[in-house]
């Protein structure tokens, strides 16, 4: 049973990857359309299990099949919005019936930020962190996020989103040849979905992918 459940983690972590848009690594979603730009260092935004992105300059980012799970999300140097939501389980006190789910769900709107990510730079999410249902309930209201730089610099503050997207994740040109690729890929089957994302990984990649996901 240990050997089953490791190997469901593995298989829906991997077609969680592929189904994002084929990332250059299984540590960081790629968050552009296409090849990474040449002679281009992408920041980081480091994203807790609590928030769900949703979509990053137009593109959605909602096919992984684990919630909860924190992730890292490669930008683009320049202008970047980012659509997500804030989502928090608490367990139900008492006595459950059957077929009642045994927790509260609390989550916000979408909520949008903006900002200028800089090459190679790390970004994370700040928000307060409610004590209990009732304070998660209450902080719905009025929910915002802050995105943070390694600094410790406020680069933006979230807002309620209206549902327009301001800008495209396809911000560069792709070749041909990538978008018949990428094409290619999407179109096949899981299973060669994740062939195709198993073959392009690097062996410390796989290493280091198989270390997490038997840990």
Partial sequence: MCHVQRLFKLLAVLVSV????CASTVARVDTWEGQQPAATEPAVL??????????????SMT????????????????ENEVVFNY???WAKAGVVRNGESKVHVIESGPQVARFEASPDAVYRFEFDKPGSRQEAEAMMESFSAKIVA?????????????GQSRLT????????SDAESVGRTQDGTA??????IWADASDEEKKAFLRWAFE
């Fill in 87 to 89: 989502k928090t389980i």
């Fill in 46 to 59: 480091q994203a807790p299990g609590a928030i769900q992105v949703v979509s990053v300059n137009g593109r």
């Fill in 169 to 176: 994740a396809n911000r560069t040109p792709v070749p041909v």
């Fill in 18 to 21: 592929v189904m994002a848009g």
């Fill in 150 to 162: 390694g600094n410790g610099t406020v680069v933006a503050v979230s807002e309620e989103w209206d």
């Fill in 63 to 78: 096919n992984f099949l684990i919630d909860d799970l924190a992730l890292d999300y490669g930008l683009l140097p320049g």
């Fill in 191 to 196: 299973l060669e979905q994740l062939k195709a």
